[in-house]
C-alpha cells in the first residue's frame, strides 16, 4: 500500500518551501500578485508591507506610509489571498510511461502535491481534477490540511489505463469550475494540439488564470535510444519495430514542433507554457518557472 | 565465360550475409512501452521513403562487395569479344627438356640434338610474356628426372641461363618417370593456359614401358592431358632428333657364362657384348679391354647391322681384391655407350664350412664325404686343384664356428638345430652368405620348421614334411623342372641329360605353399602322378640366398654321387652361393652405391673417388652391433667409382671395392619413334607433334589467354565499394 505521503516527498517540500521563504514575493506573486484576487481576505491581522503592484487593491494601500515616504506599500494581512487553485491533474495511460526513476504520474502528481499543499499552506484552497478522456475525480478547491490528505490519497488512487482526450474533457472541467481560479494543467499533452488549446481558451474565456505544465520524460524529450527498438504503444496505439537512431532527427522534429505550436498557442491566449522532463528536479523545475515568472510579472 | 578456381564461387554465398545480419537484427530488438508513439509515427512517415532506400543502398553495397570478392577469387575469365580489351597473355610453359645422352649423338651435320633443344628452349623462354602474366617451369627429362625450376617462374634470364649451363648426362631416358613431375608442376600452375613442352630426340626407348606399368602410365598421360587441355592449352612434342641412326655400343659386360668365382691365378672369362644399332655393317672397330684402368688387350671387331656380337675374353688375375675391368669401343656418333666396366672381388679361395651330420667311417657312410670330394678333389685341402677351401665339423661343433669367416655354409642332414645356431645363420645369410642345406635320415622335420622355417619367417623356403620316395633305393627319380635361367643351372642349358638323369631314390617332401617373391624353385623330381615335388628351392634372405636341398649329399638317399653330374651341380651350386655378390658392384648410372661393412673393414670415413678422381666423403650409418652401412647416391656420371677406406693408422687410403657405374645400354639405341606410333601407343595422350629441324623457330608458344584479369576489375569495384560503403554509412549515420 502506498504512503499517504507519496508525492508529498519532505525533501521536495523542504526545498520548495525554503525557496518560497527566500523568494515570498515570487510565492505570492503566484498566488495573489500576478493574478488580481476578485476576492477580499477576511483576516484583518497584518502581518507585513509589501510594495505596490499595479492591479493591487488600493483599499490595502497604507496611505501613511506613502505620506511619509511618499512610497506606496500594501498592507498585508493574514489569509489576505484567499484564491482557488485547480490542478488539473492528467491520468491517462500515457502518462504512466517512465524510463528511468519516476513516471511522468508520479512527477506530475508530486509537482500536483507540492503545488497544493504550498497553497495550502497560505491559506488559499486548491482543487483537483484526474481525468483521462474524462474527468475521474473532481475534488472541490477547499484549504484544510486534511483536504491535502484526500488529494493525495485521490491522486494515489488514480488509475491510468485510458487514453486523453483534451478536446471533451477540458470544457467539461470549465464548465464545472464555476468560479476564477487559477488553472495548473499538470500533462504528457498526448493529444493533438487544437484540442488542447481549445479547451484552454474556454478556462481563458472564463477568465481564469492558466498554467500548463507539460510534462515529459527524459527519454520522450531526448530519445536517446540507440539500437533496434520495439515500441509498443500506449493508449492503443500499434507496436513499431525500428532503428531509432535513423529516427532520431524526426522525431525530436516533432517533439519540438509540437511543443513550438504549444508555446505559440498559450501565448496567444496569455497562457503560461511550461515545459518540465523527469529527469529534472521538481524544485528546480518549479523554481525556475516561478523565477521567470516573476521577471515577467514585475516587468509589467 | 568460366571460372579458374570454381569451386570459390560458392563464397558468393556470403552475399547473402549481410542480408542475414539485417533480418537477425531486426529479430533482435529492445522491447520498450512508449507513450509519444504520436510523434514516432509521424517521424517515421516522414522518414521511412528515406530510410528503407538508404537501408537499400548500404545492403546493396555490403552484398555486392562479398559477392565481387568471391568473383575475384574465383578467376573468372571471358572469351567474347567484349573482352578482348581485358585479355592478357596467361601461359604456363612447362619445358621438358631431354638430357639423357642420346641427346649427345652428333649426327651427319655436326650438330646434336641437345644444341637443337637448347635453341628451342631458349626460344620458348623468349616468346614468353612474363611481364603479363606467363610463367614457366623447367623439368629434365631423364630416367632421373629433375625439376630443374619446379615453382611457376618469371625469371627468364635465369632459365635461360640454367638451359645454357645444362650439358647432357650419362642418364637414360624415361618420359613416363618425367611425366610425374610435369604433372606436379601443372598442379602448381594458377596461369589459364598451360602448355607442356616436351624437347626430345624422341627415341623409341624413351616412351617404352613395361606392360605392368602401362595402366599407371596412360592415366598419368591422360591427366597430364587433361590438366593442360583447357583454354587452348596442350601437350607440345619438339622432335629435335635426326633420322640417321648409327652407333656401337657396348650393351653389356659380364661374367662369361659358369664363371661364377674369380679366383687368382685362374682364368677368368668375361663376355662383352656389343651392338650394332645402325643398318650398315661396321668391320675393323677396335675394342680395348682395360683391367683396372691399364689396357690389357685389344680385339678387332666385325658387326652386322642391327646385331649382336658377343666377344669373349679371359683374364687371370694375380693379386685378390677389388678389380675393374673396362671395353672401350673406339669413337663414334655417341660416345656415352662406348664403354663398360665390370668390378670384381677377386678371391683367393672360398672357404665353405660343412657341418657333418653324420660321420661315418668311410666314403660311402660318411655325410659329406663325396661333396667335400666334388668340391675340392685335392687329397691336401691346401692343394689348389679348387677355389674352395673346406672347414668341416660335425653337428655339435657348430657351435664354435663363427659362419661369418666363410663364404658358404653347408648344413649336411641335421637332426636339430639351436635356437643360437639359428640366430646367428640367419644373421649371416641376410648380410650376404650363402647357406645349402640338404636334408636325410637323421632331419627331425618337427624340429627344423619350428626353428628354420618359423611360418615363412626363417631360412626354410618351404616347409618339411615327412621322407618320401623308394625305402632301400629300389628305384630311383630323374630330376624335372629344372630353372636353367636360374644363374646356379645355367650351366646345364647345354648339358641337360647330366642334370636331369642323376638317380635320386628319396627325398623329403615338403608342404605346399603360395608362390612368394623371396622364394624360387630351382628343380624338382620326376615322380610319377602329381606335380613334381621340389628337389632345390631357392630362399632369398636379406642380402644373402639359401638353397635347400630335399634330399641328401651322400648314397643313403640315392647314387647321385656316383654320377658325373653331381659334382657340376655341387660344384655350380656352390660356386653361386658362396660367389662374392658382384651384382651390387655393378650398378647404372642413378643408382647409389651399397656397401655393409665388416667389422674388420670399419672406420669412420670412407671415400668415394669418382671417375674424374674427384673424392666425395661418405660416413657409415650403424645397422645393428654387427653392421655398419655405406650408400652413396652421387652416381650421375659413367665409369669406374673407387670406395676407400681412410684410418688414421693406415698411411694411405686404402681400396675396399671398386663399382662400375655404366649407362644404360638402350639408351644408345637411337631409334625414333614416329608420330603415329606415340599416337597409337598411348592414345590418353593428346599431343601436337613438332618436328623441329635447326634454325627453325619455335611456334605456337603462346596464346591470347581469354580475358582473365577480370579479377583485378572486381577486385577494384571491391574497394570502390568498400569505400563508396564508408562514406555512405557516415554521410547516413551523420543525419541520423
Known sequence: MAEPSKYLDPHVLNRISRLNLRARSVMEGFVSGLHKSPYHGFSVEFAQHREYTPGDDLRFLDWKVYGRSDRLYIKQYEQETNLRAYILLDASESMDYKSENLSKFDYAATCAASIAYLTMEQ??????????????????????????????????????????????????IAE???????????????????SILSGLQHFRHKRNDVIVIHVLD??????????????????????????????????????????????????????????????????????????????????? | MGFLHSGLLWFAAAGSIPILIHLFNRQRYKRVQWAAMEWLLAAMKKTRRRMQLENLILLLIRVLVLVFLAGALARPFMQSAFATPFAESNTHAVIVLDVSYSMDYRG?????????????????????????????????????????IGEPSSNVENGRRQVGERGVTDYGTSVAETMELVRDALKKSTNMVKKVFIITDNQRHAWTVSEKDRTRVSELYREVSDLTAPNGGGILVYDVGGNVVDNLGVVSLDLADGQKVIATDQPSEFTATIRNHGPIQVSGVSMNILIDGAKQGSYSLTIDPNALLKQKFVHTFRDPGPHSITVELEADALSHDNRRSFAVNVRDALRVLIVNGERGTSTSTDEVAFLKTALNPSIDQRERLSHFLITEVLENGFMREDPRKFDLVILANLETIAPEEVTSL????????????????????????????????????????????????????????????????????DLKASLTRLPISQYYAVKPWDPRPDVRVMAGLNVPGGAPPPLLVERRFGRGRAVLCTTAPDLEWGLMPKFPGYVMLMDQICSYLAAPVQRFRNIEVGEPMEYTLRATEFAK??????????????????VNDQAWHLSFGGTSEAGVYALMRVRDDEPAPALVSYYAVNVNADEGFVEKLSEQELRSIFPQLKFTYVDQGLGTEPKAITVKAPASNIWKYLLGAVLALLLAETVLAQLFGARR
Open chain 1, 218 to 300: 527524459e527519454y520522450e524529450a531526448r530519445f536517446p535510444f540507440d539500437r533496434m527498438t520495439r515500441f509498443d504503444g500506449l493508449e492503443g496505439y500499434p507496436h513499431l519495430i525500428v532503428d531509432p537512431k535513423a529516427l532520431r532527427e524526426a522525431y525530436l522534429e516533432e517533439v519540438s514542433k509540437f511543443t513550438s505550436e504549444m508555446r505559440r498557442g498559450c501565448l496567444a491566449q496569455r497562457v503560461d507554457y511550461v515545459q518540465v522532463t523527469t529527469d529534472q528536479p521538481i524544485e528546480v523545475a518549479m523554481s525556475s518557472y516561478l523565477a521567470r515568472r516573476m521577471a515577467r510579472t514585475r516587468a509589467k
Open chain 2, 108 to 148: 651427319p651435320d655436326r650438330t646434336t640434338p641437345m644444341e637443337k633443344g637448347r635453341q628451342v628452349a631458349n626460344g620458348i623462354l623468349n616468346a614468353l610474356k612474363t611481364t603479363e602474366n606467363d610463367r614457366f617451369s623447367l623439368i629434365l627429362l631423364t630416367d632421373s628426372p629433375e625439376s630443374l
Open chain 2, 426 to 493: 640367419e644373421e649371416y645369410v641376410r648380410s650376404g652368405g650363402g647357406l645349402l642345406m640338404f636334408l636325410g635320415d637323421k632331419t627331425e622335420a618337427y624340429t627344423w620348421n619350428q626353428a628354420m622355417f618359423r611360418n615363412g619367417e626363417g631360412l626354410l623356403p618351404c616347409e618339411l614334411e615327412k621322407p618320401a620316395g623308394y625305402p632301400d633305393n629300389r628305384d630311383v627319380f630323374g630330376i624335372t623342372g629344372v630353372d636353367y635361367d636360374h644363374p646356379a643351372l645355367s650351366f646345364f642349358r
Open chain 1, 123 to 172: 491559506q488559499d484552497s486548491a482543487g483537483l481534477v484526474l481525468f483521462d478522456r474524462q474527468v475521474t475525480k473532481f475534488v472541490h478547491a477547499q484549504c484544510s490540511p486534511a483536504h491535502l490528505k484526500v488529494m493525495v490519497t485521490e491522486m494515489e488512487a488514480a488509475k491510468t489505463t485510458e487514453k486523453t482526450d483534451f478536446s471533451h474533457v477540458l470544457h467539461d
Open chain 1, 176 to 194: 464545472r469550475i464555476k468560479q476564477k481560479s487559477i488553472i495548473v494543467l499538470i500533462s504528457d499533452l498526448m493529444d493533438n494540439p487544437e
Open chain 2, 605 to 622: 670415413k670412407f671415400e668415394v673417388v669418382g671417375p674424374r678422381q674427384t673424392s666425395s666423403e661418405v660416413s657409415p650409418v650403424q
